[in-house]
């Protein structure tokens, strides 16, 4: 599958932008509500990392301007320590890896994650990277991120156990 993701449109006012300093704690937040679909950072954890990441996104609630999503991909050759990024830089080196894309459960179903995705998938094509890459969770279990990601044409390329045998996960790739 390649080109633009399939899915509903949303409203015009909600585009991704850089993450910004003043974003980090209302981001920090929203990651660590978001637990165990992905890992606890804390802010000063979350403010550390996104100058690492190739690509740190977010979308502002068009109400009130507090972020509701957000998303963090690294290029190859970026200097994380992570289980899973190795994972892809041996296994399918050329990718741009999602690290974590989090969305409000109630900014659900409005196409944010899509919107995420759709930039992702730009900054690949930019990079001259063949696909993209991200990791869901098998245990625990997070059937909801499956069905996305397989809505949004992502296959299963491997599966490994991390965190010291704690988490199990479906490794993912789509072409770009």
């Known amino acids: 599958m390649t080109g633009p ?15 910004t300093p003043d974003d980090v704690p209302a981001l920090a937040v929203l990651n660590d509500a978001a637990v165990p679909a992905v890992n606890a950072l804390g802010t000063a954890a979350l403010a550390a990392h996104v100058p690492v990441c190739d690509l740190a996104i977010t979308i502002a609630d068009d109400d009130d301007g507090t972020p509701v999503a957000f998303l963090l991909a690294l290029a190859p050759g970026a200097d994380y320590v992570s289980e899973n990024f190795r994972w892809f830089a041996e ?7 999602v690290d974590r894309i989090v969305v409000a459960p109630h900014a659900h ?37 499956l069905a996305f990601h397989a ?9 490994q156990v991390t965190k010291g045998g ?10 770009v």
């Open 5 to 19: 993701l399939p899915g509903a449109p949303v409203h015009d006012a909600l585009r991704p932008r850089p993450i």
């Open 91 to 97: 296994h399918r080196p050329g990718s741009l890896y």
């Open 109 to 145: 179903g409005r196409g944010l994650g899509r919107l995420l995705y759709d930039a992702v998938l730009g900054r690949a094509r930019t990079l001259g990277l063949a696909e993209v890459t991200c990791e869901v969770n098998l245990e625990p279990p997070n059937p909801q991120s």
């Open 151 to 159: 809505r949004l044409g992502f296959a299963q390329v491997g599966e």
């Open 166 to 175: 704690t988490v199990r996960v479906a490794l993912l790739a789509r072409p």
